[in-house]
């Protein structure tokens, strides 16, 4: 399928602590990128995105940074709160002659009182 | 709450049955996406509509097929339904395409 197989990795942290939660994708001719959270039983929800002509972009209390050269994109989560306890999924917009959002196999984040 | 309504929230139906979802887009999208979630393959693009046409395609299914009525809103019919069907569907929407997506809550499909 054009989702990658799930392994899904998981990042433990301390509340209170940053959060960096990493995402390789595939296509260098993705010029757009989302990150996702999704909580247990509901659908996922937009976070964050950030176009290709920028290598950083940030948000309330995330930061997405793109790093094209070797196709990597992370999102930075400051001061982590448990309700921050999700599966996150980064998504690249991959243009082969229409535009499909792809959706990598996600990290889940448990954040430790 | 995202605006994107799907129903109905759980299905049970069992092998060889069809079934019909719905997904009313966000009030102003007129592209509507729909994603299957299972436990082994994650979140799987089927297919995208914008304004009533078919304008991108997944891994869908011969026995899977989607439309886009005039009114937006959409359906995903899944027919001749297999265990390995079951999975959360989601459906999203967006203003256009290459514009964030907003999701469902999702249709969570049980076949027996």
């Known amino acids: 399928g054009e989702s990658v197989g799930l392994h899904l990795p998981t990042l433990s942290v301390q509340e209170g602590d940053n959060s960096i939660i990493n995402c390789a994708y595939s296509n260098s001719a993705s010029d757009y990128f989302i990150w996702y959270k999704q909580e247990s039983g509901k659908g996922p929800q937009f976070i964050i995105d950030?176009?290709?002509?920028?290598d950083k972009r940030q948000g309330q209390r995330v930061t997405v940074l793109l790093n094209k050269t070797v196709k990597h994109l992370s999102l930075q989560i400051a001061a982590t709160q448990p309700g921050d306890s999700a599966v996150y999924f980064c998504?690249?917009?991959?243009?082969?002659?229409?535009?499909?959002?792809?959706f990598g196999s996600g990290t889940r984040l448990l954040v430790r009182p | 709450d995202s605006g994107v309504t799907q129903t109905p929230k759980h299905l049970i139906t069992a092998t060889g049955q069809r079934v019909t979802l719905r997904c009313s887009p966000r009030?102003?999208?007129?592209?509507v996406y729909w994603y299957q979630q299972s436990l082994d393959q994650g979140l799987q693009f089927l297919i995208q509509?914008?304004?009533?046409?078919?304008?991108a395609k997944g891994n869908i299914l011969e026995r899977f097929s989607a439309q886009q009525f005039p009114d937006l809103h959409s359906e995903l019919n899944l027919s001749s339904l297999e265990l390995g069907d079951s999975a959360l569907y989601f459906c999203?929407?967006?203003?256009?395409?290459?514009?964030?997506?907003?999701f469902g809550s999702g249709t969570q499909l049980s076949v027996l």
């Open positions: 950030i176009r290709s002509n920028m």
């Open positions: 998504a690249e917009n991959r243009e082969d002659s229409s535009y499909k959002l792809i």
């Open positions: 999203a929407s967006s203003v256009g395409p290459e514009e964030k997506l907003f």
């Open positions: 009030s102003g999208d007129l592209s």
């Open positions: 509509y914008y304004n009533g046409e078919e304008r």
